[in-house]
């Protein structure tokens, strides 16, 4: 179980995960190896599961992003979980509840390309398409 000093360190890995033991440390009032100790406990017990990288997308070519829930056709869940999982322009897909089963971030280059992607969608299920006009809040909640 996460104490209050573990919490600390991952709020301050929230913000930047390439922060020296050190570093983190002098934030906390700890030393490197202890730093360095809590952190690989919270990497062996599953808490930390990874460190990723966030990429802005317009810099990457995608000026479009956007979110499709889809509401899958009878018998093509499978299919379309297999095949949804190839395609370069998910960024985020998750199995949800409701009415639709599948809720998808996409990054696009354009319009034509989100009706491209949309037409490859329609083999499975019924697309609902929100388009992201810009990003509010905190980026780590």
Do not use: C, W
């Not at 301050?12 to 934030?27: C, D, F, H, T, V």
């Amino acid at each position: 179980m996460a104490d209050d000093i573990d919490f600390k360190i991952i709020d301050i890995l929230k913000i930047n995960s390439r922060l020296s033991y050190a570093e983190i440390g002098k934030q906390i009032f700890l030393s490197p190896s202890s730093v360095r100790e809590r952190v690989k406990k919270m990497e062996d017990s599953g808490l930390i599961q990874g460190y990723t990288l966030r990429l802005d997308q317009r810099l990457m070519g995608n000026n479009l992003e956007a979110f499709i829930m889809l509401k899958i056709f009878s018998g093509k869940l499978k299919a379309a979980l297999v095949e949804i999982e190839s395609y370069p322009e998910v960024k985020e897909a998750f199995r949800i509840t409701g009415q639709h089963n599948l809720y998808i971030r996409i990054a696009l280059k354009d319009q034509l390309h989100l009706q491209q992607f949309i037409d490859k969608l329609v083999n499975f299920g019924e697309p609902t398409t929100h388009l992201i006009l810009s990003r509010i809040g905190k980026e780590n909640f």
